[in-house]
């Protein structure tokens, strides 16, 4: 079975800054996708950004990157230029080529953007 | 277009009752989620449909818990004999196909309170 751990309940930074979330997993599938949604207050879950496994490249979405570490397992995530709007829960998810047909997420970060 | 939509916004009901809780997912998707995201925690998946018929319902936690789909879009879970470990919200989610490579929309989610 796969697990996803995020090790940061809660993180806290100043507007403006760069801040980066925790992730790893546990699997033994080699074909997969990596996913951070965030989870504003407004509860719905919004893909922030993907990877998939066979990728090299570090997939980026505008102030959004990943550094992702498939040796390791290891798949953060880096905001840049933070932004009020920023603020929300941020869940780190895993879905495998095999097996069960289902995301399988990590325990979320709170992440607060301060003026 | 639309996104998916789940009503009702919040249930409020005492232990022992019935409810139901409904789905629309973006039109012309094929794979529709639920899964169960209780407080302070992420989502953990209770079932998948793919079209019609539930493809995967390993995740529901007690004969209590049921859904379907009948048409192929809109899916209604339904929890018997509520209990106070039911409340928690429960979050829709739909993709176009299914599959590790398909990104999964969520909805708004019902928060459902058990008295």
């Known amino acids: 079975a796969q697990t996803v751990t995020q090790s940061q309940p809660e993180m806290s930074v100043q507007e403006a800054e760069t801040v980066t979330l925790s992730c790893t997993y546990d699997t033994s599938e080699n074909n997969y996708y990596l996913f951070w949604y965030k989870q504003p207050p407004s509860r719905q879950m919004i893909l922030v950004i993907r990877q998939e496994a066979y990728k090299q490249q570090n997939a980026t979405e505008n102030r959004f990157s990943v550094n992702f570490q498939k040796a390791a397992k290891s798949f953060s995530l880096k905001i840049s230029d933070s932004q009020l709007g920023d603020t929300a829960m941020y869940f780190c998810a895993f879905f495998a080529a095999q097996g069960a047909q289902k995301l399988v997420f990590g325990q979320g970060t709170r992440l607060t953007i301060n003026p | 277009g639309a996104g998916v939509s789940q009503t009702p916004s919040n249930k409020v009901t005492e232990k022992g009752k019935y409810v139901e809780l409904r789905c629309d997912p973006i039109s012309g998707h094929t794979a529709l989620y639920w899964y169960r995201q209780s407080l302070g925690q992420g989502p953990e998946f209770l079932i998948y449909f793919q079209g019609t018929g539930a493809a995967d319902d390993s995740g529901l936690p007690n004969d209590r818990f049921f859904a379907v789909r009948p048409e192929g879009s809109v899916s209604t879970l339904k929890i018997q004999r509520t209990e106070r470990g039911d409340s928690a919200v429960y979050l829709c989610?739909?993709?176009?196909?299914?599959?590790?490579?398909?990104?999964?929309?969520f909805g708004p989610g019902t928060r459902l309170t058990v008295l």
């Open positions: 989610a739909s993709s176009t196909v299914g599959g590790f490579t398909d990104t999964q929309y």
